[in-house]
């Protein structure tokens, strides 16, 4: 907390100001980046979470999006920041600042460019965990089509040995052994699980 001079001037008014607005600018950076922290290890941590995988990745993606406004505003504000440390911290003769007034704003400015660089490296942090979300996503979709992908595989065979005696053909031999319907169906079952031994050999499954 801040003693207050005897004598209250303009310019100690607008360095308390310009400092009061760079340290809330520093807390909503501090804060985004812890935030940011907890939502890369909810994306890029393997742990069982409750819910579905599209709802979880939904709520992702909008918590970056909200983390990647407050980012932009903030590197908004730090631009314009920048722009006036610059403007006080000039010695003109049509500027009539103190000596004081323009150490101040040149400390300012390296506070503020520091925050700059905090501001450009969470931006790119979040782009990164956007990718990063949007790359589970598609391994997800990966994976559902994959998983229709060797069940059609699967129930291939079977369908085919089942279309084939389903025709009733007048001349068709098996059709008239006693156990040849007990047959087809232990072919149409190794037929199935065949594939599937194999898909789970390959690491596949």
């Keep these: ?47 069982r979470v409750t819910g579905s ?9 909008v918590q970056v999006g909200r983390k990647e406004g407050l980012t ?12 006036l440390m610059s403007f006080l911290g000039t010695e003109t003769d049509s500027i009539t600042a103190s000596p004081e007034l ?4 040149k400390s300012m400015a390296r506070d503020v460019s520091g925050l700059s660089d ?3 490296f969470l931006a790119n942090k979040l782009q990164f965990l956007l990718d990063g979300t949007i790359g589970m996503v598609s391994l997800e979709q990966n994976n559902i089509i994959k998983i229709f992908a060797v069940l059609s595989v699967i129930f291939m065979p079977p369908t085919l040995i089942a279309s084939i005696y389903g025709m009733n053909f007048e001349h068709m031999p098996e059709l008239s052994l006693t156990f040849g319907y007990p047959v ?14 194999f898909f789970k050999w390959r690491g596949w499954l």
């Design 184 to 197: 087809a169906l232990g072919v149409m079952v190794v037929s199935a699980i065949t594939p599937y031994i």
């Design 118 to 120: 905090y501001a450009t």
């Design 1 to 47: 907390k801040k003693s207050c001079p005897l004598r209250v001037t303009g310019e100690i008014v607008l360095v308390d100001l310009l400092e009061s607005v760079i340290d809330r600018t520093a807390d909503a950076l501090e804060q985004c980046g812890a935030s940011i922290e907890r939502l890369s290890k909810e994306i890029f941590e393997r742990r």
């Design 102 to 105: 323009r150490r101040s704003a």
């Design 53 to 61: 995988a599209n709802q979880r990745y939904r709520a992702i993606l």
């Design 72 to 83: 932009s505003y903030a590197r908004e504000s730090l631009a314009s920041l920048s722009r």
